[in-house]
């Protein structure tokens, strides 16, 4: 059995693949000490072939002796197993959002990340769902139902909150705020893929792929189809349990 796990800012994942096929797949809160969550994950597979991705990947190379890879490889090799056409990736994560353009056979010709600004990844979403008094559900859905928007102009994440503070107290309906943040998130991520690759297509991963609205915000922005995995958080894990059976 091959084993993948991604040791995210927010969550760890693992996915279990024996034969080509996916047996397991486990999303979990990373806690307050997320490597003690992670070798109990990687307890439930005794004897398996594991491969560590993500933030905290170096801390299962010392912690569990694992072979490690990058989040772009493992994303690209995750997103390729789903869409084998795929040529364009986009990741948005807790704490950072990348680009990942491949190659016709699946090579990696060139990535993009943005990890010093919180803006533009889940962690901004969710900070701005939360000062609007929303869940990320519910913060995806009311953006969904408004129809009027309120432009936010500066993606800092410091400075946006600001403009949404002063949008609240201007009396502005919360839901018209969450299509606003929405439309920002989407034209800084578009103008990210832009710079990256032109393609007929992206595949969307990481958890921020489960927002809907934000999902067709892009496909609007962007002018092409944007492709969700069924589960696009676990798409790094993924692609760590094919590394682990290549290596």
Same mark, same amino acid.
């Given at each position: 059995m091959l084993v993948g796990i991604d040791l995210g800012s927010r969550t760890i994942k693992t996915v279990a693949l024996k034969g080509g096929t996916v047996l397991h797949r486990r999303v979990v809160e990373s806690g307050f000490e997320p490597h003690r969550q992670a070798l109990q994950m990687l307890g439930e597979h005794p004897g398996a072939r594991a491969v560590a991705t993500g933030y905290g990947r170096h801390l299962m190379q010392q912690q569990a002796g694992l072979d490690i890879i990058t989040e772009i490889k493992a994303h690209a090799l995750g997103a390729r197993y789903l869409f084998p056409y795929c040529r364009a990736i986009l990741d948005v994560g807790g704490q950072d959002s990348k680009v990942i353009h491949l190659s016709a056979d699946g090579r990696i %010709?060139?990535?993009?990340?943005?990890?010093?600004? +919180?803006?533009?990844?889940?962690? @901004?979403?969710?900070?701005?769902? $939360?000062? *609007?008094?929303?869940? *990320?559900?519910?913060?995806?859905?009311?953006? +969904?139902?408004?129809?009027? /928007?309120? =432009?936010?102009?500066?993606?800092?994440?410091? @400075? +946006?909150?600001?403009?949404? $503070?002063?949008?609240?107290?201007?009396?502005? =309906?919360?839901?018209?705020? +969450?299509?606003?943040?929405?439309?920002? $998130?989407?034209?800084?991520?578009?103008?990210? %893929?832009?710079?990256?690759?032109?393609?007929?297509?992206? %595949?969307?991963?990481?958890?921020?792929?489960?927002?809907? /609205?934000?999902?067709?915000?892009?496909? /609007?922005?962007?002018?092409? =189809? %944007?492709? $969700?995995?069924?589960d696009p958080s676990i798409t790094g894990a993924l692609g760590a349990a094919l590394h682990a059976g290549s290596s």
């Amino acid at each position: 059995m091959l084993v993948g796990i991604d040791l995210g800012s927010r969550t760890i994942k693992t996915v279990a693949l024996k034969g080509g096929t996916v047996l397991h797949r486990r999303v979990v809160e990373s806690g307050f000490e997320p490597h003690r969550q992670a070798l109990q994950m990687l307890g439930e597979h005794p004897g398996a072939r594991a491969v560590a991705t993500g933030y905290g990947r170096h801390l299962m190379q010392q912690q569990a002796g694992l072979d490690i890879i990058t989040e772009i490889k493992a994303h690209a090799l995750g997103a390729r197993y789903l869409f084998p056409y795929c040529r364009a990736i986009l990741d948005v994560g807790g704490q950072d959002s990348k680009v990942i353009h491949l190659s016709a056979d699946g090579r990696i %010709v060139n990535f993009q990340m943005n990890d010093k600004c +919180a803006a533009g990844t889940g962690r @901004f979403l969710e900070m701005m769902a $939360v000062s *609007l008094g929303y869940d *990320l559900q519910a913060f995806g859905k009311a953006a +969904a139902a408004a129809e009027g /928007t309120s =432009p936010i102009n500066s993606m800092c994440a410091v @400075f +946006a909150e600001s403009e949404v $503070v002063s949008l609240k107290n201007r009396g502005v =309906p919360p839901e018209e705020i +969450a299509r606003s943040v929405h439309l920002a $998130v989407a034209s800084r991520l578009a103008a990210m %893929v832009s710079k990256t690759c032109q393609c007929p297509h992206l %595949v969307f991963t990481g958890g921020v792929a489960n927002n809907k /609205t934000l999902v067709s915000l892009l496909e /609007t922005t962007l002018g092409v =189809p %944007v492709l $969700v995995p069924e589960d696009p958080s676990i798409t790094g894990a993924l692609g760590a349990a094919l590394h682990a059976g290549s290596s």
